[in-house]
């Protein structure tokens, strides 16, 4: 039941993408067609779901144990460039589809803040558990992954808009996001994942 | 015979009101004979033939002016004149349908004088070869845009391939009753028509298509249909654009038609009422097809009346001393048919009505009228059913606007699809992702047009989103 | 990444700005650094620090500052050792030099201003994730001194806090009344939204607007 | 005649001000043209010929013509403040979309109207004038940044609505008058500034419907109450449920609304209200209450099935109505917030473009066959 509470405030309550910021700037780069904004959003479901424990276990087995904690972030990076690699690597060599339509998104990834800033969140800020990792690591990447089909889908809606020139692009897509974290709003309260941690 | 009781009907369409300058229930009255026809050389989108006549040459109604050899991959069927008197020039002009083409003129001699088709005894015994050639010669074309031959040496309709014969008895477009009124009137020549057309076409299954207001033909069809299994009549609701050969034969017999298809691609033959009695008229009595009937209708028209009018007749003949104000004149249809600037537009096989609309009219703040006379989709105004006629002007009824996506378009579309985005995307050049939405199964009928509050040229946006993709293939 | 580097790269020349002011290559790399191609408002890079820390003034220019901090010592660090780091193994390299300094900053400002740590939260640590810092270390720190280096990352740092002080004045003056925590409008009605994230987004993306607006050309753009 | 007159008046200033270059004013005289001619001066030039006779000043007046009554009825029941909220907002309204025709050069749309009342009639009775003009403000700000009517992703009523429960949430969802009562007070706001000019501060110790349903020590209104909206305290429009319900029927005999989205909506917040009520009574009231409480209905009638914001699709309607409709009951008992309906507008509209490429019907047609 909490792994479920956990991964459905990841996606509306605690979205990583419309309450925490994370991963903004691809949200609005790779948002304009439908198509790589669904890739992208897989993508980053599938990184964070894998990254999250392997940085939980790397503190709480390696770091935490040789009182070396100051060296996280550089710990944490390196991890995530690390795993970033081998999944394109094994998806290029034993998933050529799944590779053919997400591999441009897999090295865009590593600067993603989505996923560092989702391991700073749960492992460092909210302390939570190993399941509870995994949970939000999942949750975190669906949600970051609705946001940004839905953007996709707005924007392709808004092609022949006469948008003021200015806004158009990153502008108008900002400002939808706005009004997608107001109406996010409403969720608040209603999970808090913070509660989860440790 | 089978008899189905439910009435049949498909998604979306309108019920038009009856508009103002429709001639219901007149009956059919000969126009007087023209002073000149102009006889296009060219029907609907079927091959052009070549005169065979030269201008000064005398001729007789029913003479063959131009003809082809028989091509099956240039169907056409020869021309007739359609009075007696003088070719005085043969030169290109406009088509009313669009287009170029020959046209043969004749200048009237007043006396009226026929050549008749060689008339068999007895049609019966006659082959469907031998109907073929007869109706090819006396120039029977198919109804609607299209044109086509009837049967006789078209590329599309090789009798073998054919099933199903759909008679098309419902008239569904605003303004358009003469051929209902020929339906009354020629009753015999009707039924008569559909057994020729049916043994021309190797005994096919006939599907009748009838509009459930005309309860008294339904029972004299029945009549004297009753005792041949080969025949089904449907009764069908009125509404807009039931006649269409891709809607029709949807309800009729519940197959799609293929996009870019022809009725002839699903084995079906789909005639009107007209070219019924076109045939019987060839056949037993050996005339050609050089008269048709037309509802001369609309706002501007003094006397709107159903007319039965020489192939070839210009428009003027019909409406010049008829107007009562200038108007918008439109050929065929006012929901997807051509305005017509030039006076001299001849009516051709293919057109059931000559409509002359008023212009668009100021009016101080519509909005505030309660619409007792308006047509609408919706029910903004207090348009009712005892108001015996609706408003109709070229007016458009409200300001151009951008799309608000109320859906009325999807409503109203018969071939259940999104005309909205049909349009748009074709107004922007997306053509790909207008063919993923299947732009090519428009039927083109208007509606979304018609009904649209925002008032975007939907209709116009599609045609030239096809236009593009045709030039872009071909 | 590589999509943000080039459009640095390609959004260089031919801006008029930098042609009205001293015409030395420091100056002009400075210059452009923080107007033309202003991190936040015209390449739509490191939102998240922009969003997240700016609910106040002070907050934003705090995390502005920590960023210049970092942007300068990794690129003088970059610039310094261009030559040692093999080409294949560069961009992890820089990655470790960056977050090296992240850390740095990180520590100390937990050392020595732990509210101001507090307040600002894991958007310390997410300078690492900052695409413009990688950006300057590839596209210039790796080419060129580290002098000038330091420099192109200061004015890429001012621009960046320049944006985000700004950002912040507007939402704690609607959002508390009050400017670096000194109450300006005595009685204000907060606007709470302003603090919340929809304001920042709506905020920033008026401020995109504008900026666009005011100044068209230059190359806006949007990577990772 | 006067209207050709009247018409060549028109033309002429409007063929001054281009001449003048003041090109801005001669959209906003285009616009003063067409709302006097309603378009029925301008000719169909391609296929059809004749139209519906439905324009869309017709089309946006009707959902005016269900408001009528509802604002009258607000006049009533908290006195002529709501009158000035209203015209407060048409002003703002006005003055900001004019700005932006005027720069951008675009046509004023009807839209406007329609906004403006919703907007106004969404509001509680005691908002701060300053505050409404705000809410609106930002309200057709964000729809001209969108590009105007048609394109706007969020229902702009709502989102004005939405900005003000966010930015200044005690002032919009703590304090309530009680309502004029036709059965006691006889002319009652016709008569007076507001309820509390009358009974002092005592006016405002009302909670709405919904907050009464969350504060155990308060007594729920009766259906009756809810009915008539005698007695009960909410925002300006939403106070006499039956008067909405009145408003929604004319609504969608015109079929400017489709019942595929407000009534699909209304039953399937009921029937989820109904369902939770059995297993947890103290979150979640029983469906009628549900429906009637919380201005579920004016949002269901008025505010979701704005067409702009909602699915064209009829299945993406269904689809809309029931998510709304769940969403708003969930939303209310699960979080603090009173105020879900706004917010399960907002969140359907931004998934109004995902439904919509996901629903688009398949055509009656074969597909294409190679010909010979």
Redesign the interface.
């Known amino acids: 039941m909490d792994i479920f509470l956990i991964v459905l405030g990841a996606i509306l309550t605690n979205n990583i993408l ?9 949200f ?2 790779v948002s304009g067609e ?1 198509a790589s904004a669904s890739g992208m959003g897989m993508a980053v479901i599938f990184v964070l779901t894998m990254t999250l424990p392997a940085n939980w276990l790397i503190k709480h087995f390696i770091l935490d144990p040789l009182g070396v904690s ?2 996280s ?2 710990v944490y ?2 991890t995530i ?1 690390f795993l970033v690699q081998v999944v394109e690597m094994f998806m290029k060599r034993f998933l050529p589809a799944l590779y053919s339509s997400l591999g441009i998104f897999l ?7 989505a ?3 989702g391991v ?2 749960a492992i ?2 909210w302390n939570l558990g190993f399941m509870e990792s995994v949970a939000y690591g999942f949750g975190g990447g669906v949600g970051w992954a609705l946001a940004i ?2 953007m996709a ?2 924007r ?12 158009k ?22 999970i808090n994942i913070r509660d989860f941690g440790g | 015979m089978a008899v189905l009781g439910s009435l049949k009907t498909f998604k979306g369409g309108h019920y038009f009101g009856l508009f103002e300058g429709t001639p219901r229930g007149q009956r059919l009255k000969v126009a007087p004979l023209p002073h000149r026809v102009i006889i296009p050389l060219r029907q609907g989108f079927s091959a052009e033939v070549a005169p065979i006549v030269q201008e000064g040459d005398r001729v007789k109604a029913g003479q063959v002016i131009g003809r082809n050899q028989p091509d099956p991959k240039k169907p056409s069927t020869p021309v007739h004149a359609s009075i007696s008197g003088r070719v005085t020039k043969i030169e290109r002009r406009s088509h009313p349908l669009g287009g170029e083409t020959l046209c043969v003129i004749i200048e009237s001699d007043g006396k009226d004088e026929w050549e008749m088709l060689h008339r068999p005894a007895n049609y019966e015994k006659l082959s469907p070869e031998e109907i073929g050639k007869i109706l090819y010669e006396a120039g029977v074309t198919s109804g609607g845009q299209a044109g086509f031959p009837t049967i006789y040496h078209s590329a599309f309709a090789t009798p073998d391939k054919i099933r199903y014969l759909i008679i098309n008895a419902i008239e569904t477009e605003p303004f358009c009753e003469a051929t209902d009124q020929l339906m009354y009137e020629e009753f015999d020549k009707f039924v008569n028509g559909i057994k020729i057309l049916r043994q021309a076409l190797g005994n096919v299954q006939v599907h009748i298509g009838l509009g459930y207001n005309r309860p008294r033909i339904y029972e004299e069809l029945i009549e004297r249909l009753e005792y041949y299994d080969w025949c089904t009549i449907h009764q069908l609701r009125p509404k807009y654009p039931q006649g269409d050969d891709a809607v029709l034969i949807r309800t009729l017999l519940g197959v799609l038609l293929p996009q870019r298809g022809y009725a002839t691609d699903v084995g079906c033959v789909v005639q009107d009422v007209q070219q019924c009695v076109a045939a019987y008229e060839a056949v037993v009595e050996g005339k050609p097809f050089v008269e048709r009937v037309v509802s001369v209708a609309g706002s501007a028209v003094k006397e709107p009346g159903n007319y039965r009018v020489r192939v070839g007749t210009p428009i003027g003949h019909l409406l010049e001393s008829n107007l009562k104000c200038t108007g918008r004149i439109v050929m065929g249809s006012v929901l997807h048919g051509q305005a017509q600037g030039d006076l001299d537009a001849p009516i051709t096989k293919e057109i059931p009505a000559v409509i002359a609309l008023r212009e668009a009219e100021r009016e101080l703040f519509p909005i505030a009228g309660l619409g007792f006379d308006r047509d609408s989709f919706t029910g903004v105004y207090l348009s009712v059913p005892w108001v015996r006629s609706k408003r109709a002007t070229t007016s458009l009824n409200g300001n151009p606007r951008p799309c608000v996506r109320c859906g009325y378009c999807i409503d109203v579309c018969p071939q259940n699809l999104v005309p909205a985005l049909l349009g748009e995307y074709s107004a922007n050049g997306l053509l790909s992702e207008a063919q993923e939405l299947d732009l090519f199964a428009c039927i083109e009928c208007g509606l979304c047009a018609y009904v649209c509050p925002s008032k975007i040229p939907l209709l116009e946006q599609i045609r030239e989103g096809k236009r593009k993709i045709l030039q872009e293939s071909a | 990444m590589a999509e943000a580097i080039q459009i640095q790269k390609a959004s260089a020349p031919a801006i008029p700005l930098t042609q009205r002011l001293p015409q030395t290559k420091g100056w002009k790399e400075l210059v452009r650094d923080i107007w033309d191609d202003n991190p936040t408002f015209r390449m739509i890079l490191a939102m998240c620090p922009t969003m997240g820390a700016t609910n106040m003034a002070i907050n934003g220019m705090a995390q502005g500052l920590a960023t210049l901090i970092a942007t300068v010592a990794s690129s003088a660090t970059v610039a310094a050792l261009r030559t040692i780091i093999p080409a294949e193994v560069r961009l992890p390299a820089y990655m470790i030099i960056i977050a090296f300094w992240v850390t740095i900053v990180d520590i100390f400002l937990r050392a020595y201003l732990p509210p101001l740590s507090a307040a600002l939260g894991p958007y310390v640590p997410l300078i690492i994730t900052n695409c413009f810092v990688l950006g300057r270390a590839e596209a210039f720190a790796s080419q060129n001194s580290p002098g000038l280096s330091a420099l192109d990352a200061l004015g890429v740092g001012l621009g960046f806090t320049m944006s985000l002080t700004l950002l912040g004045i507007v939402r704690e003056l609607l959002g508390f009344g009050s400017l670096f925590g000194i109450q300006i409008f005595s009685g204000w009605t907060p606007w709470v939204i302003m603090i919340i994230p929809a304001g920042a987004f709506l905020l920033v993306g008026l401020y995109v607007g504008i900026v666009k607006h005011f100044s068209p050309g230059g190359q806006i753009g949007g990577g990772a | 005649m006067l209207k050709d007159k009247l018409y060549t008046f028109f033309e002429k200033v409007h063929h001054d001000l281009q001449a003048r270059r003041a090109e801005g004013l001669a959209v906003l005289w285009e616009g003063i043209k067409d709302s006097v001619f309603g378009g029925s001066e301008k000719a169909a030039r391609q296929a059809p010929y004749i139209r519906d006779a439905i324009g869309m000043q017709r089309y946006m007046g009707s959902p005016l013509i269900a408001c009528i009554p509802l604002a009258l009825a607000s006049i009533y029941f908290y006195g002529w403040r709501s009158l000035a909220i209203i015209v407060l907002t048409y002003l703002v309204g006005m003055a900001v979309e004019f700005t932006f025709c005027a720069i951008r050069r675009h046509e004023i749309t009807e839209g406007l109207l329609v906004t403006c009342m919703l907007y106004a009639l969404s509001l509680p009775p005691t908002l701060p004038l300053w505050m409404v003009a705000v809410g609106i403000a930002f309200a057709i700000g964000i729809k001209e940044l969108f590009g105007g009517s048609g394109y706007n992703i969020f229902n702009p009523a709502i989102s004005g609505r939405a900005f003000l429960l966010l930015a200044f949430p005690s002032a919009m969802t703590t304090f309530w008058y009680v309502p004029f009562n036709p059965l006691t007070d006889g002319l009652g706001g016709f008569l007076h500034w507001s309820p509390q000019a009358v009974k002092g501060v005592d006016a405002i110790a009302k909670a709405t419907p919904l907050g009464a349903f969350n504060s155990p020590d308060i007594a729920n209104p009766d259906l009756l109450t809810l009915l008539t909206g005698f007695g009960r305290a909410d925002v300006l429009g939403a106070t006499s449920a039956i008067l909405v319900l009145l408003g929604g029927l004319y609504l969608l005999h015109t079929r400017v609304i489709d019942w595929r989205v407000s009534i699909v909506m209304i039953v399937s917040a009921g029937l989820t209200s109904q369902f939770l009520s059995f297993i947890n009574p103290a979150k979640f009231p029983d469906g009628l209450y549900a429906v009637l409480s919380g201005g579920l209905l004016f949002a269901a009638f008025l505010n979701a099935t704005d067409p702009v914001t909602s699915p064209m699709t009829v299945r993406g309607r269904w689809i809309f109505g029931i998510m709304l409709g769940v969403l708003t009951v969930l939303g209310r008992g699960l979080t603090g917030y009173a105020e879900w309906v706004t917010f399960a507008i907002l969140i359907g509209n931004m998934f109004t473009p995902l439904i919509d490429r996901f629903t688009i019907p398949k055509s009656f047609s074969a597909p294409a066959i190679q010909k010979r």
């Open positions: 419309l309450t925490t910021f994370l991963g903004i700037c691809p609005i780069g439908y100051y060296l972030l550089i990076i390196v460039a090295p865009l990834i590593t600067v993603n803040c996923i560092l800033g700073l969140f460092a800020t089909i839905l889908a707005i392709e809606r808004l092609r022949f808009a006469p948008i003021p020139e200015g806004l692009g990153p502008g108008i897509a900002l400002i939808i996001a706005g009004l997608m974290a107001m109406s996010f709003v409403g969720f608040s309260g209603m």
